[in-house]
C-alpha cells in the first residue's frame, strides 16, 4: 500500500506546523506531562495511546474544561464497554459552548444561510441570551435532569438554541430532520418517550417549500409523553392548537443557569442503524463529548477563535452535532439549510466564500459531483480564507483528492476523515502537521488506539483488516437507550473480538501511519453519511403486496460513487411495471428517507439465505464488487447455492 503513493500530494510548510494548535498543545504537554518532545506527531499519538490517562487529563487543562466538581482519578474503570471516565466530576457542556459570549460578546457565534445564500449572523451574546430565556422556560414545563427533548427541525439557529438550552437544564436531545417521514422519526423518538418536541411547520430545499404540519399532527398524536410542543414557524404559519410559540420562550433577557451534571449524564441520543430491528438509539454524554470534540476541533480541525466552521449536513446526522461543538473552540459556525446543489452545483463553494469559511467540511459524494460537473471552485470563487477541505460520508477517491488538488490549490490541506455515529467523531482523519497522501486519511486520532485486524484478531499492516480500536473513547456510548443489560450494545461492537471496538469498516493502516477505508464491512447503508439498516427497507418495502422478498446492497464504488440495489422477489402473477416501480420509491421516499431511495430496482429469481433463514447481503454485497463466489461464500452456508449465480452474473455485466 505505502508504495502506490510515495510522494505526497501536500505538505505542511514549516510556518503552519509551528502555528498549528497540536504543535503547542506537544510542547506545553512535554513540559507539563512528559510527553515527548521531539517526534512530531507520531511520537505524541504513540504517547497519547500508551498513557492514556495521563494524555485525556492533559487535554482538560490545555482548553480549561471546568470542573465544578473535580475528579477522583482519570478513568475509573478502563473494561470496554463500561469504560467509567472522570468519576466523582461534575461540569455542563452548555457553559463551555458559551464561554466566548464572556469576551466576544457582539462577535458572531452563528452564521445562518438559506437557499439565497446571504450569511445572516447571531452574535455570542444574543446566542446566549436566547439559551438563557429557553432553559428557563424548559424548567418552567417541568423539563428535570435526565428528560427527553426532541427537536423535527432543519438546520437553523433554533435548532442550535433548543440543543444548548436542552443541556443547560440537563436534559437530553435528540433530532430528526424533517425530510425524514414520519414512521422513520417515530421508530427514533418513541424509543426515548421525549417530554417535549420542537417542531416546524416545513422547510425550503431545492427552491421549493415543504409542509410538514401533517407530520407534525402525526408526531404528537404518536408520542403521548409530550408534555409541550413548540412550534417554529419557518414558512410562517401560526401554532396548531395547544403548541406554544418559540419567539414568546426566547423573549426574556434571562442569565442562562447551567444544572451541573455528572461527567457521564446523557448529553444527547444518536441514531445508527444496524441491520436488524429499531435504530440503536446510541447515548453519548456531556463530559465525553466535551473532551473528545474539543480534542478533535480544536486540536486535529486546529479551529478556535476567528476561524469560521462550515460542514454540510443535516440534524440528523452526527455531523450536525460536531458542528455545533465548533463552539467549544470559539469558533463561529455556519449552518446552512437548504440543497446542496441548489440553484446550481457549486452551491456549497458560494456559501464557503461568502461566510469566510476557513475548514469547510462535505461529503465525498459532493466533491465527485463537482468533479464530474466540471465545477472551477478556484476560479469562480474566492476561497482564499479556506484553510483545509475536509470530507466524510464515504471515502474520498484519489481523483477526489487530485481534483481538490487542481481545482481549489495546491496549497490545500485535503483532511478524508472518518469515524461514526456511534462515537460521534472521527477515528481517524486530519493532522494540520502531517502530509497528505492521495487517498489516504492522515493518521489515527489521538487517545485513539486504532487498528486493522485480521479474523484471528492479529494487528496487520499494509493489509486489509477489520477496524477496531483497542481503548476506550471517551465518547463512546455510556449506554443504547432501552437496552438494560446492555446485551444490544455488547453485540453491536465487542462480539467479534471480545474487550475491543469493531466497528463494521474495512481498512488498511499503511506503514507510514496513513489510513485507507474500504467502506463497510457489514451491510449497513450508507448514504451521504446516514446509515440505515436494510431491515428499515424491507419493512416497508414487503408491505406492498406484489412484493414476496427483497434484499438491498450499498456497495462501495472504485470512483468513490455509492451504488444501492434493490433487489425483490415478485409475488406470482405480479410485474415491475412503471407502477410497482414508482409505488416503492414512493413507499421509501416518504415512509423512510429520500435518501436511501435506491439507485435501481431489479427483478430476481429468489433472495438467498443462510441454513438458519437469514438473508445473504455481505456475500452478495462482495460478488457485486467482484469477489469471486468461491471467496465470497462458504457454499455450506446457503439454502440455495444457485440464487447466487444470478447475481455473480450481474456483476460481471456491470464489471
Known sequence: MPTVNPEPLWRPDAQRIARAQITKFQTWAAEQHGAPSHGGYPALHRWSVDELETFWRAVTQWFDVRFSTPCTRVLGDRSMPGARWFPGATLNYAEHALRAAATRPAEPALLYVDETHEPTPVTWSELRRQVGSLAAELRALGVRPGDRVSGYLPNIPQAVVALLATAAVGGVWTSCAPDFGARSVLDRFQQVEPVVLFTVDGYRYGGKEHDRRDVVAELRAELPTLRAVVHIPVLGTEPPRGALDWAALTASDEEPDFEQVPFDHPLWVLYSSGTTGLPKAIVQSQGGILVEHLKQLGLHCDLGPGDRFFWYTSTGWMMWNFLVSGLLTGTTIVLYDGSPGYPDTGA????????????????????????????????????????????????????????????????????????????????????????????????????????????????????????????????????????????????????????????????????????????????????????????????????????????????????????????????????????????????????????????????????????????????????????????????????????????????????
Open 348 to 655: 456549497q463553494w458560494r456559501i464557503a466564500e461568502r461566510t469566510g469559511a476557513t475548514l469547510y467540511g462535505t461529503s465525498a459524494a459532493y466533491v465527485m459531483a463537482c468533479r464530474k460537473a466540471e465545477v472551477h471552485p478556484a476560479r469562480d470563487f474566492d476561497l482564499s480564507k479556506v484553510k483545509c477541505v475536509a470530507t466524510t460520508g464515504s471515502p474520498l477517491p484519489p481523483d477526489g483528492f487530485r481534483w481538490l488538488h487542481d481545482e481549489v490549490r495546491d496549497d490545500l490541506w485535503i483532511a478524508s476523515v472518518s469515524g461514526g455515529t456511534d462515537v460521534c467523531s472521527c477515528f481517524a482523519g486530519a493532522v494540520p502537521t502531517l502530509p497528505v497522501h492521495t487517498g489516504e486519511l492522515q493518521a489515527p486520532g489521538l487517545g485513539t488506539d486504532l487498528q486493522s485486524w485480521d479474523p484471528g484478531g492479529h494487528p496487520v499492516i499494509d493489509e486489509v483488516g477489520e477496524l477496531v480500536v483497542t481503548n476506550p473513547m471517551p465518547s463512546m456510548p455510556v449506554r443504547f437507550w432501552n437496552d438494560p443489560d446492555g446485551s444490544r450494545y455488547h453485540d453491536s461492537y465487542f462480539d467479534t473480538y471480545p474487550g475491543v471496538w469493531r466497528h463494521g469498516d474495512w481498512i488498511t493502516i499503511t506503514s507510514r501511519g496513513s489510513v485507507v477505508i474500504h467502506g463497510r464491512s457489514d451491510s449497513t447503508l450508507n448514504r451521504q453519511g446516514v446509515r440505515m439498516g436494510s431491515a428499515d427497507i424491507y419493512e416497508v418495502v414487503e408491505r406492498l403486496p406484489e412484493i414476496k422478498e427483497s434484499l438491498v446492497i450499498g456497495v462501495e464504488q472504485p470512483d468513490g460513487g455509492y451504488w444501492m440495489p434493490l433487489f425483490v422477489h415478485l409475488a406470482p402473477g405480479a410485474a415491475l411495471d412503471e407502477t410497482l416501480l414508482g409505488r416503492i420509491k414512493q413507499s421509501i421516499r416518504e415512509q423512510l428517507s429520500p435518501r436511501h431511495v435506491p439507485d435501481e430496482v431489479i427483478e430476481v429469481p429468489g433472495v438467498p439465505h443462510t441454513l438458519t433463514g437469514k438473508r445473504i447481503e455481505v456475500p452478495v454485497k462482495r460478488l457485486l464488487q467482484g469477489t469471486p463466489l468461491e471467496k465470497a461464500v462458504n457454499p455450506g452456508s446457503i439454502d440455495n447455492l444457485d440464487l447466487l449465480h444470478f447475481y455473480e452474473g450481474l456483476a460481471r455485466e456491470r464489471a
